[in-house]
Nanobody
Framework: VQLVESGGGLVQPGGSLRLSCVAS????????MNWFRQAPGKERELVAE????????NYADSVKGRFIITRDNTKSTVYLQMNSLKVEDTAVYYC?????????????WGKGTLVTVSS
């Protein structure tokens, strides 16, 4: 079971980035998926989550209206479109498996991708 994030980088305030997380080793469409982030000196926090077929999404208040989580089950990939980025969005962003329909969570994490928002 593996999750590999990509798409991070340096962006100016107000800019956009799209993160990707490619999954392998399990039936991707059977699991909800999450994006977390951890800023320097802060605890890891849930940013966004999406259900197995993308019918429902949920966002942290701090990113609501700016970030969009989507998934493509044919590519075993979950995305995080980040718009109107702020300095405080600077963090390592992690992809994580959520629960399946039975409520089982594999608790698998990717290694993360660094997003730096700075002028």
């Amino acid at each position: 079971v593996q999750l590999v994030e990509s798409g991070g980088g340096l962006v100016q305030p107000g800019g956009s980035l799209r993160l990707s997380c490619v999954a392998s080793g399990f039936t991707f469409s059977s699991y909800d998926m999450n994006w977390f982030r951890q800023a320097p000196g802060k605890e890891r926090e849930l940013v966004a989550e999406i259900t197995r077929f993308g019918a429902r999404t949920n966002y942290a208040d701090s990113v609501k209206g700016r970030f969009i989580i989507t998934r493509d089950n044919t590519k075993s990939t979950v995305y995080l479109q980040m718009n109107s980025l702020k300095v405080e969005d600077t963090a390592v962003y992690y992809c994580k498996t959520g629960s399946n329909w039975r409520g089982y969570d594999m608790d698998t994490w990717g290694k993360g991708t660094l997003v730096t928002v700075s002028s």
